[in-house]
């Protein structure tokens, strides 16, 4: 199994999963968040294109957001297999990426089910490095305060992570990326995995459902 979807709310943990999966796997880990943040700090026109729409907790284009992705899982690295997060977050991208793929579809799809009162806490003590890595202030610390353990960075609050926007995000998902889950709920591809508890046990539970 090499094209695997991470899904979830946000702050369900797809990152970080995505991630030690994607290192597990040696596939790329391909988050449409990453690549839009790297975008917009760029200042190229898609990043010009996408800042409102993601400043506001709204979803961008999905003309824009399928291009995108589309271009990224032709380069060679993704020839093996990928591990995707933050993608597909509608209808119309789920069947383009449908399309794309072909005979070759998504082996698995993982969902991260987290509470919303969990949500919530986990978002707003989430901090950031510009180069990916991701803390929280209670369940995950940097050893100095404010600053990467990775590279030294200093951390800092999404944009789109203050109360208000996550509200916000969370309606945007119910309402446009909850029947995505059903599409491939449809599909037979849904694993639902416990996305509580220590990253550690998840990833475990993961791996269990693969
Ligand atoms: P994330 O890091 O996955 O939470 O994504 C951050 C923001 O980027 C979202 O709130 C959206 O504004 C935008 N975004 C990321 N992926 C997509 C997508 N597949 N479709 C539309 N907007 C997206």
Known sequence: MNRILLMGPPGAGKGTQAGRLAEELR????????????????????????????????????????????????????????????????????????????????DVVVYLEVPETEIVRRISGRRSCPQGHVYHVEDNPPETEGTCDVDGEPLYQREDDGEEVVRNRLRVYREQTQPVVEFYRGKGLLREVDGTGHPDEVQKRILEVL
Do not use: C
């Open 27 to 106: 596939v790329p880990h391909i988050a449409t968040g990453d690549m839009l943040r790297a975008e917009v700090a760029s200042g190229s026109e898609l990043g010009k294109k996408a800042r409102s729409y993601m400043d506001a907790g709204e979803y961008v284009p999905d003309d824009l957001v399928i291009a995108m992705l589309s271009e990224r899982i032709s380069r060679a690295d993704a020839r093996r297999g990928f591990v995707l997060d933050g993608f597909p977050r509608t209808l119309p991208q789920a069947r383009a990426l449908t399309d794309r793929l072909g005979n070759e579809d998504l």
